[in-house]
């Protein structure tokens, strides 16, 4: 299976950062990868995949990068409601595995 | 609006059986393929098994392979998860989702239920 590992585990920010969330692949998947929102007592949410296709509805402050084994999440001006958990997802080979996340709290 | 309702979730002791449920409308049921997603503060989030739009393939992750059973209804919009032999590590908020993308791919999850609590406990 596809390891994915995001780094780091737990970032806190202010209300118009500029933030990077890392997902390194055990193997390389191209650019098969997926990120995910959540909140907490909710389901993820879909916010970018198949290198850097919005989800419809998400603002254009989400940005994705890379392939092969290194991919980044950039939230160019943090908004208050951005606090979240966030989670990559590969999408290069079944089984369908996850990053462990990283939870983004306020400075 | 698209929208996946599960039920079914509970407590169930250690070997028993609990049955799954997700109800989906907003959306032609019949031409998605469908998951189960499971998730836990220690092992974040699983995957666990897909079944295809028209019900013609199925798989699993192995850690329930041959104990969970997904399944589909196409005239009635419904999709089920038969668990049996429940382990207190499958103790978990399971999910379900609707997979977006080529069918014969592994593919993203674009709408996801509200999730039901399984806690397996003696």
């Known amino acids: 299976d596809i390891q994915l590992t995001q780094s780091p585990s737990f970032l806190s920010a202010s209300v118009g950062d500029r933030v990077t969330i890392t997902c390194r692949a055990s193997?390389?998947?191209?650019?098969?990868l997926a990120w995910y929102q959540q909140k907490p007592g909710k389901a993820p949410k879909l916010l970018i995949y198949?290198?850097?296709t919005l989800q419809t509805g998400v603002p254009s402050r989400f940005s994705d990068s890379g392939s092969g084994t290194e991919f980044t999440l950039t939230i160019s001006s943090l908004q208050p409601e951005d606090f979240a958990t966030y989670y990559c997802?590969?999408?290069?080979?079944?089984?369908?595995?996850f990053g462990q996340g990283t939870r983004l709290e306020i400075k | 609006q698209v929208q996946l309702v599960e039920s079914g979730g509970g407590v169930v002791q250690p070997g028993r059986s609990l049955r799954l449920s997700c109800a989906a409308s907003?959306?032609?049921?019949?031409?998605?393929?469908m998951h189960w997603v499971r998730q836990t503060p220690g092992k974040g989030l699983e995957w666990v098994a897909l079944?295809?739009?028209?019900?013609?393939?199925?798989y699993y992750v192995d850690s329930v392979k041959g104990r969970f059973t997904i399944s589909r209804d196409n005239s009635k919009n419904t999709l089920d998860l038969q668990m049996n032999s429940l382990r207190a590590e499958d103790t978990a908020v399971y999910y379900c989702?609707?997979?977006?993308?080529?069918?014969?791919?592994?593919?993203?999850?674009?709408?996801w239920g509200q999730g039901t609590l399984v806690t397996v406990s003696s």
């Open positions: 989702a609707r997979g977006r993308g080529d069918s014969q791919r592994p593919q993203v999850y674009d709408y």
């Open positions: 079944i295809w739009y028209d019900g013609s393939n199925k």
């Open positions: 193997q390389g998947i191209s650019s098969h």
């Open positions: 997802q590969q999408l290069n080979s079944h089984p369908i595995t």
């Open positions: 198949s290198a850097s």
């Open positions: 907003g959306f032609t049921f019949s031409h998605y393929n």
